[in-house]
């Protein structure tokens, strides 16, 4: 199932992101850093929400308090909410 994520407080513009029960099948992120959104996307895809839950929340990006890794764990969190 695919679902759209607007990120807060960071440089990405929204978070489109697949997943099949809790696994990660896909994670687009626009906008943003490129060499460390396409990382973060490619590193996560295969693996459960709730580990990469745990990876990335937190995370910050210099003094903004959060990042583009940890609103993606945001994101994953409003999406284990609904599934």
Do not use: H, W
């Not at 990120?7 to 809790?22: A, K, L, R, T, Y």
């Not at 210099?62 to 764990?73: E, F, H, K, N």
């Amino acid at each position: 199932m695919e679902y759209r994520f607007k990120p807060q407080g960071v440089c990405s513009s929204e978070m489109i992101i697949n997943v099949d029960g809790d696994i990660i099948k896909s994670v687009k992120i626009v906008r943003g850093c490129p060499g460390n959104t396409v990382g973060v996307s490619k590193l996560v895809e295969g693996k459960k929400i709730d580990e990469v839950i745990n990876l990335l929340k937190g995370i910050p990006c210099g003094v903004r308090g959060t990042s583009c890794p940890d609103q993606l764990a945001k994101a994953l969190e409003e999406i284990k909410a609904k599934i």
